[in-house]
T-cell receptor
Framework: GIQVEQSPPDLILQEGANSTLRCNFSDSVNNLQWFHQNPWGQLINLFYIPSGTKQNGRLSATTVATERYSLLYISSSQTTDSGVYFCAVRTGFQKLVFGTGTRLLVSP | KAGVTQTPRYLIKTRGQQVTLSCSPISGHRSVSWYQQTPGQGLQFLFEYFSETQRNKGNFPGRFSGRQFSNSRSEMNVSTLELGDSALYLC????????????FGEGSRLTVL
């Protein structure tokens, strides 16, 4: 099945810093989503981005489908950005496969 | 509009018991999928339902089962609970199977003692 790798596994930032999270996948996909898991466990949708670039406030994402990777950019990070960020992909009508996540800690 | 609703949010069971979890999808969404999250295994796919039919199944034992009703609401059942079944169970809904954006509920946190 499709493999999804995320890097880095852990990231510690000072408030105000910028960061880039990466997601590599092993096959072509028709669905790629980025999620932020809050402390209570809920997966919050950040982007649905099987290809191209999108922006939402301080967050933006780019997926280069032909090269099988996606990037999530967080600018001017805030303590509320802390948590785990997941990339998830789907190919065809198959299941959504999650990466192992990037754990982000933003300190004041 | 209302999001994906999962009940119960928290529950504690003992080994050998069974548990039923419920998921109500976003209005108009007809596909429901279930995921198990544990610290050791991460987020693992359990199954997906569309039009009351199971469309996909993950690699879980037969103790894990599910169903979907005509109103798209879904339930999953775990029988003969084991300690390793302690996990966060997440439900997601989407417009159709294998397509479009998935939206997740807040999860049901199961502890097996």
């Amino acid at each position: 099945g499709i493999q999804v790798e995320q890097s880095p596994p852990d990231l510690i930032l000072q408030e105000g810093a910028n960061s880039t999270l990466r997601c590599n996948f092993s096959d072509s996909v028709n669905n790629l989503q980025w999620f932020h898991q809050n402390p209570w466990g809920q997966l919050i949708n950040l982007f649905y981005i099987p290809s191209g670039t999108k922006q939402n406030g301080r967050l933006s994402a780019t997926t280069v489908a032909t090269e099988r990777y996606s990037l999530l950019y967080i600018s001017s990070s805030q303590t509320t950005d802390s948590g785990v960020y997941f990339c998830a992909v789907r190919t065809g009508f198959q299941k959504l496969v999650f990466g192992t996540g990037t754990r982000l800690l933003v300190s004041p | 509009k209302a999001g994906v609703t999962q009940t119960p949010r928290y529950l504690i069971k003992t080994r050998g018991q069974q548990v039923t979890l419920s998921c109500s999808p976003i209005s108009g969404h007809r596909s429901v999928s279930w995921y198990q999250q544990t610290p050791g295994q991460g987020l693992q796919f359990l199954f997906e339902y569309f039009s009351e039919t199971q469309r996909n199944k993950g690699n879980f034992p037969g103790r894990f089962s599910g169903r979907q009703f005509s109103n798209s609401r879904s339930e999953m059942n775990v029988s003969t609970l084991e300690l390793g079944d302690s996990a966060l169970y997440l439900c997601a809904s989407s417009l159709g199977p294998g397509t479009g954006e998935l939206f997740f509920g807040e999860g049901s946190r199961l502890t097996v003692l």
